[in-house]
């Protein structure tokens, strides 16, 4: 006889285990997320040609190697963007607060007002500047990106620099904008020191831009670049213990000046050739691209990489020690540098990726990236505003203006038709290695407006009362050389236009002449 019916507890198991072998078993696989993390990886003074990864594309849309792909070494870049899609023509303001306050706002600079880098201890509106210029960045009370996202349960983190207020203003510390967790940011746009035995400046000449928080580090032979990583990954971790969505804003103070070289990379330079200055500034190229990968590493370790998309980018053009702003030399072969009114001032790398590719993955499915693609649309830094808002179902508080669109249809491989190609660079300020210019793109066209006839009208302006101008069709002239505002008078008077109405929509603040007069565009 079958002994489980003469075992009264022998038949209760059996009956259950039967129950269970019929009831359909939940996947293996763990529930996804509610939402996404995400990483913003800013790099301070990295151009589009600061990498081995080639941005530049040929006429068939192809990645075209320059020398300048060569000499650095960006492995890590080159991973992130062969799991993602990386912009050809993605713009930052030309200077370092005006892009960071875009970034946290999805305001051009003309809007928000803080057009110049921001003097921690003075204002530096410069001669002629305008008056009413946005010198104390953001305050407590302002819409920012991680304010909006605290309200959708994220746990916003801060790394590295801030630069968004002088000393003694709200703005000066990162907490009081919507982060959580500040690390290491202050008012300074540079640090005092990227050395560990140099205390990061702490006891220096450069004392006054000392890195906080960091005084585990004194003393010891931490670069910068990896003490700033280190505690990141730390943070990460006890925020994925804590089992909350995290937004990560990881700005590196690297690669501003000063140029200290970084121990761990100078061999890969030494027989260069180059300057010592340039050597020392692709060691912190480096250094910054082995913290993304670190990055990349800790959050597949954690468990989370699937679920935690990243966005790549620089500040602004590169200021790469190899030459004046007027050689082709720090951003060839583009033309100019940080500060610029040509493209190499002003275009800035960015990828986005998804930290580990799963198709099976809810986010990834929502906002799927295609791996190795190339995106030529015209994009730029306040997209990621509206783009991260849209994504994660946050809404815009009323009132708030955005300039940004959002770079989803983008972000996927797709054209987006309904897209302007536009972009404004203002910078009503002077001395700061350009003096008062307005930049307008649209289509093709790239207008530049000097503001003041007291400039002189040399390399290839074109004066008009009121102005200098140029003109450049960047679809046939890539690299900025032939000035059309000559020979194409009518396109030149039409850009004058569209600059002059894209200004006056965001409000902007103007320089002013000798008399006290303001000098918007005068259209020719």
């Given at each position: 006889m079958n002994q489980t019916l003469l075992n009264p507890r022998l038949l209760v198991?059996?009956?259950?285990?039967?129950?269970?072998q019929a009831i359909p078993q939940p996947s293996l696989r763990a529930a996804e997320p509610s939402l996404p993390n995400i990483m913003v990886f800013l790099v301070d003074d990295m151009g589009?040609?600061?990498?081995?990864?080639?941005?530049?594309?040929?006429?068939?849309g192809k990645p075209k190697r320059y020398p300048l792909n060569d000499y650095y070494r960006t492995p890590s870049m080159e991973r992130l963007a062969a799991q993602g899609v990386r912009f050809n023509q993605f713009y930052a303001m030309s200077v370092c607060s005006p892009t960071r306050i875009s970034i946290m706002t999805g305001q051009n600079a003309a809007r928000h007002r803080t057009t110049n880098w921001i003097n921690p201890w003075q204002n530096n509106g410069g001669p002629q500047g305008p008056p009413?210029?946005?010198?104390?960045?953001?305050?407590?009370?302002?819409?920012?990106?991680?304010?909006?996202?605290?309200?959708?349960?994220?746990h916003t983190i801060h790394i590295g620099k801030g630069h968004f207020g002088p000393e003694e203003t709200e703005g000066a510390d990162p907490a009081n904008l919507g982060f959580d967790i500040n690390l290491a940011g202050r008012s300074i746009g540079a640090p005092?020191?990227?050395?560990?035995?140099?205390?990061?400046?702490?006891?220096?000449?450069?004392?006054?831009?000392?890195?906080?928080?960091?005084?585990?580090?004194?003393?010891?032979?931490?670069?910068?670049?990896?003490?700033?990583?280190?505690?990141?990954?730390?943070?990460?971790?006890?925020?994925v213990k804590s089992e909350t969505p995290f937004y990560l804003y990881f700005a590196h103070y690297a690669v501003h000046a000063p140029f200290d070289s970084d121990p761990r990379f100078a061999d890969h330079y030494a027989e260069s050739g180059k300057p010592e200055a340039a050597q020392a500034f692709a060691t912190l190229i480096e250094g910054m691209d082995k913290s993304l990968g670190d990055m990349l590493d800790q959050f597949d370790t954690l468990g989370i990489a699937e679920n935690t998309l990243v966005f790549f980018l620089g500040d602004n053009g590169s200021d790469a020690p190899l030459g004046d702003q007027h050689?082709?030399?720090?951003?060839?072969?583009?033309?100019?540098?940080?500060?610029?009114?040509?493209?190499?001032?002003?275009?800035?790398?960015?990828?986005?990726?998804?930290?580990?590719?799963?198709p099976e993955n809810a986010w990834q499915q929502k906002l799927p990236i295609p791996a190795g693609?190339?995106?030529?649309?015209?994009?730029?830094?306040?997209?990621?505003?509206?783009?991260?808002?849209?994504?994660?179902?946050?809404?815009?508080?009323?009132?708030?203006?955005?300039?940004?669109?959002?770079?989803?249809?983008?972000?996927?491989?797709?054209?987006?038709?309904?897209?302007?190609?536009?972009f404004l660079m203002h910078?009503?300020?002077s001395p700061h290695r350009s003096n008062y210019f307005t930049v307008w793109r649209d289509g093709d066209w790239k207008a530049i407006y000097h503001a003041l006839p007291e400039i002189p009208t040399t390399g290839?302006?074109?004066?008009?009362?009121?102005?200098?101008?140029?003109?450049?069709?960047?679809?046939?002239?890539?690299?900025?050389?032939?000035?059309?505002?000559?020979?194409?008078?009518?396109?030149?008077?039409?850009?004058?236009a569209g600059m002059r109405d894209a200004l006056q929509a965001d409000h902007a603040v103007y320089p002013v002449s000798k008399a006290g007069e303001e000098l918007p565009p005068v259209v020719p």
């Open positions: 198991f059996a009956i259950v285990c039967g129950l269970c589009v040609m600061d990498t081995s990864v080639p941005f530049l594309t040929d006429e068939s009413d210029w946005n010198w104390t960045g953001l305050k407590s009370s302002d819409v920012t990106l991680p304010g909006v996202l605290k309200t959708k349960g994220y005092g020191s990227y050395y560990g035995e140099k205390n990061f400046g702490l006891g220096t000449k450069r004392e006054k831009s000392a890195v906080p928080h960091l005084d585990q580090y004194h003393g010891t032979h931490t670069f910068l670049t990896e003490a700033l990583t280190i505690e990141t990954k730390k943070l990460i971790a006890d925020s050689v082709v030399a720090c951003a060839a072969p583009l033309r100019g540098k940080k500060g610029a009114h040509y493209e190499g001032g002003m275009r800035v790398p960015f990828i986005a990726a998804w930290a580990k590719a799963d693609a190339i995106q030529g649309q015209v994009a730029n830094v306040t997209d990621l505003f509206p783009t991260i808002l849209s994504l994660v179902g946050a809404e815009n508080p009323g009132g708030h203006a955005v300039d940004g669109r959002s770079l989803n249809t983008l972000l996927t491989g797709k054209a987006d038709p309904s897209r302007p190609e536009q910078y009503p300020h290839g302006f074109i004066q008009f009362e009121g102005g200098h101008y140029q003109l450049f069709n960047l679809k046939n002239d890539p690299f900025e050389q032939e000035n059309l505002a000559e020979k194409e008078p009518e396109v030149l008077k039409r850009m004058i």
